[in-house]
């Protein structure tokens, strides 16, 4: 025997069978995304970063910083630039807004990856000695969004400039996003990962600066308990 529906009914019928796609598919989405943080190498004091706890009150350089990273952040996953360059002093929260970025990136489903510059350079070092893959650039290819942390301090060498400068190219080639976070400036920057590598990052990227009188949220100079 077969059911007749009415329109009503039958409209009702795939309202509730679209939901149950659309719950599922959420639930597959999330998991998806918990496996993509949990690879993503995030340190644990920053785990649970998000832009709205970024405070800028009234500095121009942390408000423009944070209007950068959100306007940026709402393009993923249409619009990656080829990089983002931080630069200014510590404890500006360079950290915080590159994370930020990294959590928008997973949860737009794209392999994000933190790590610090001397880690990097320690790893892709290994591979060599190990001899575990042909190209030990490879893994770092892996991620949508890659965030670089401290570069100065991981490129003391010509030979480890050179590796960085590799993996830029390897990246932008591939139409990935490099973001970097260093206390020098622009100049030192550019003499670090050289010309090349720096006009790779900015040719649909971002450069977000701040001045070097910009007080640092760690030692209490922004916001006094005297104020």
């Not at 995304?33 to 949990?38: E, T």
């Not at 306007?71 to 929260?93: H, N, Q, S, Y």
């Not at 190209?135 to 965030?147: I, S, T």
Request: charged share 25%; aromatic share 8%; proline share 4%.
């Amino acid at each position: 025997m077969s059911l007749l529906f009415c329109d009503a009914c039958r409209a009702e019928n795939e309202r509730i069978e679209a939901a149950a796609v659309a719950e599922l598919a959420e639930v597959r989405h999330g998991a998806q995304r918990r496996a993509m943080k949990k690879a993503a190498n995030i340190p644990p004091k920053f785990q649970a970063v998000k832009l709205a706890g970024y405070e800028v009150r009234g500095n121009e350089d942390l408000e423009k910083a944070r209007s950068t990273v959100e306007a940026i952040a709402r393009g993923f996953p249409e619009k990656l630039p080829t990089g983002v360059i931080m630069t200014g002093p510590v404890g500006v929260g360079k950290t915080h807004l590159g994370v930020v970025l990294i959590n928008a990136a997973i949860y737009n489903q794209m392999p994000a990856c933190y790590t610090r510059a001397s880690d990097l350079i320690r790893e892709i070092k290994s591979y060599w000695r190990k001899d575990r893959i042909s190209d030990p650039l490879e893994p770092w290819l892996g991620f949508d969004v890659l965030f670089i942390d401290e570069v100065e301090t991981g490129v003391e060498s010509q030979k480890e400039s050179l590796l960085l400068d590799q993996l830029i190219d390897a990246r932008w080639a591939a139409g990935l996003c490099c973001i970097l976070a260093t206390n020098l400036g622009l100049d030192e920057l550019v003499g670090l990962i050289g010309a090349p590598s720096f006009d790779r990052l900015c040719e649909t990227g971002y450069i977000i600066q701040w001045s070097d009188d910009c007080p640092s949220y760690r030692t209490g100079q922004k916001w006094s308990e005297h104020e």
